[in-house]
């Protein structure tokens, strides 16, 4: 079943589900709810969201909230349950110190990561190195697949897009980043999880518009960034997925 851009026109999401595809993606939702999805992150997934119980605020104002406003218009039927608990400066070993409150205890059936912008810096400055962020993403997958063997993963690619950084600065975290999207890339294919490519999709976006059209600051996206990363999420989505009664 394919799903269009615009949103999920022709799913469905009873409360068990068993779903295989080609690609041997398999949703179980053992709950006598609706689907649950997650989205983990630093500033950009927490998009300003309330810690608190404001449902004008709770899913932020960037992509998560796209996604999620989009299928909850649809499937008003199927009580899915969103949340998001994206924190703004997160590292990567930020999310292994609340992973099990933020991430375990909520037992999502899907799972979507975005981290790694913060650790850039980090890293061009020695703080630590990037295998040390290596072995931290690896814990945080290896933990969910231990605790939470049935929840699909979607690993978002990090990304930068500078336009006004000086060259050197540009450089060594351009170096930085790679190796990171290098390594999700491999981390989808080595546990079996979704990758959404991000960093091209910026890249040729600028074609269109300049880069600051999409981020405004080389890391946070405008507006229409976030609806760059709702929409190739939520293709990647219905290419990997298929659900059924």
């Known amino acids: 079943m394919k799903l269009g851009l615009s949103g999920l026109t022709a799913i469905s999401f009873p409360s068990l589900l068993s779903a295989i595809n080609n690609s041997d993606h398999s949703l179980k939702n053992t709950n006598d709810k609706g689907l649950t999805i997650l989205f983990q992150g630093d500033s950009i997934t927490h998009g300003n969201r309330t810690l608190d119980n404001d449902w004008n605020h709770v899913m932020g104002h960037g992509y998560a909230y796209l996604i999620a406003s989009r299928l909850w218009y649809d499937y008003p039927e199927k009580d899915l349950m969103f949340y998001n608990r994206g924190v703004s400066g997160d590292k990567v070993s930020d999310l292994v110190k609340r992973w099990d409150k933020d991430t375990i205890n909520l037992k999502p059936d899907v799972l979507s990561i975005l981290i790694g912008v913060n650790d850039v810096s980090k890293i061009v400055a020695n703080e630590y190195s990037i295998e040390d962020w290596n072995e931290n ?13 049935n929840t699909i993963l979607i690993l978002c690619e990090p990304f930068l897009l500078p336009e006004d950084w000086e060259i ?15 390594f999700v ?7 079996n999880a979704i990758f959404v490519e991000l960093q091209e999709p910026f890249n040729r976006a600028c074609n269109k518009a300049p880069a600051k059209y999409w981020i405004w600051d080389t890391v946070h996206p405008m507006p229409a960034g976030h ?16 659900l059924n009664f």
């Open 137 to 149: 993403y690896k814990k945080l997958l290896d933990r969910t697949k231990k605790e939470l063997p």
């Open 168 to 182: 050197k600065k540009t450089d060594s975290r351009q170096i930085v980043i790679q190796k990171m999207q290098k």
């Open 185 to 191: 890339r491999q981390q989808a294919k080595d546990y």
């Open 227 to 242: 609806e760059l990363i709702a929409r190739l999420w939520i293709k990647k989505f219905s290419e990997n997925i298929d």
